[in-house]
């Protein structure tokens, strides 16, 4: 599939993902989404990860919850699997293009791409449910529920989660497209602090046109369903472009993507998935039950250079930011980039 069929069959997925009146958990939206999807992972190639069915489903005392989750078979299947991740469901009765369909259409191009490679080991490909409010970091979100009660005990070797993922990105300083041509196609990750193998992982991957960079986690928060990876020690990375104005809005609708840049995003989302297949992630141990955070300082600069370019000595100034050296400078410079008059991230 050339960049133009994988750009036609994103807008494809997001456009049937997306009914004007969205996919809250429990509405007929919900319901077409659920078995549009399911289809999807059927004729990508995947195949069940627990029974005869991609549907894994779980209720409270009022509704009913639905995963999908489904196996790449490019291992002999006796090795933890990579997983990637997004969720499905949207916040608002709206059509939620990019919160969080256009990640779900990518995890769906990444699965096709994927599918009859021999990696070692497994990828698993779960569309998580009930990620939005008021389900957000419940014991009914989906990827909570998916982590205690339907992970297989082999358990995940890493995970890959995206959300917010199909927008371009707006840096308002005067002539910023001029002086940095592509910086729209930026990209944020974290989670490299979470493996000491992952910052030169990130280091060799092929970005292609997308301006990568990277912070902790902490300096974001837990924005999305990493959070339980991240909590219980699995290696993960978070993809995010960030907040924009349309989040959480009923102008979140598809044709406010970049179908080229989700396509860029897709090629990336299978590099890192072939490097994590081939890594040897031991599990650092934890502290006090707290992952350890690895040193990430020499990526992290390297990418805000790389991305920012001539653009970085007058961010910096705006700041009041003499270098961007330590730890202290790069925490400063990713907290400042989430003003409301910047990146949100």
């Known amino acids: 599939m050339n960049e133009s069929e994988r750009e036609s069959r994103l807008r494809e997925d997001v456009a049937k993902i997306c009914p004007p009146s969205g996919r809250m958990v429990g509405s007929d939206g919900h319901r077409h989404a659920r078995e549009y999807l399911a ?17 894994m489903t779980y209720r409270d005392d009022e509704r009913e919850f639905c ?12 090795r933890p699997p990579v997983l990637i991740g997004a969720h499905y469901d949207s916040v608002i009765a709206f059509p939620c293009a990019d919160d969080n369909a256009a990640a779900v259409a990518i995890a769906l191009a990444a699965a096709t791409q994927l599918s009859g490679q021999r990696l070692g080991r497994d990828v698993v490909v ?3 449910d009930a990620e939005e409010s008021p389900y957000f970091h419940t014991e009914r979100m989906g990827s909570t ?13 890493a995970a890959v989660i995206m959300d917010l993922v ?21 990209i944020c990750m974290t989670g490299a602090e979470s493996h000491p193998e992952m910052a030169s ?19 974001v928060g837990d924005m999305s369903d990493h959070y339980v990876f991240r909590t219980h020690g699995v290696p993960y990375l978070f993809l995010s472009c ?14 406010r993507l970049n179908y080229t840049k989700m396509a860029r995003i897709c090629e990336l989302l299978v590099g890192l998935t072939v490097a994590l297949a081939g890594a040897s992630l031991v599990r650092p141990p934890m502290t006090s039950g707290i992952p350890a955070e690895c040193d990430t300082v020499e990526l992290e600069r390297r990418l805000f250079r790389d991305a920012f370019g001539p653009l970085l000595p007058d961010l910096l100034a705006s700041f009041g930011l003499p270098q961007m050296e330590t730890r202290g400078d790069l925490n400063t410079l990713a907290l400042a980039l989430q003003q409301p008059r910047l990146i949100q991230l």
């Open 201 to 219: 992982l990130i280091a060799r991957q092929d970005f292609g046109r997308l301006v990568p960079i990277a912070t902790l986690n902490s300096n």
């Open 242 to 255: 960030g907040r924009w104005e349309h989040y959480h809005q009923p102008s979140d609708t598809p044709d």
């Open 67 to 78: 995963n999908l989750v489904g196996v790449i078979p490019c291992g002999d299947g006796g």
């Open 126 to 128: 779960a569309l998580f």
């Open 166 to 186: 199909g927008h371009d990105v707006r840096v308002p300083i005067p002539g910023a497209d001029k002086m940095r041509p592509g910086i729209s196609d930026l």
């Open 145 to 157: 529920r998916f982590y205690r009660d339907q992970m297989l005990p082999e358990g995940v070797h």
């Open 39 to 55: 289809g999807r992972l059927q004729e990508s190639g995947l195949r069940p990860y627990r029974s005869s069915s991609f549907g």
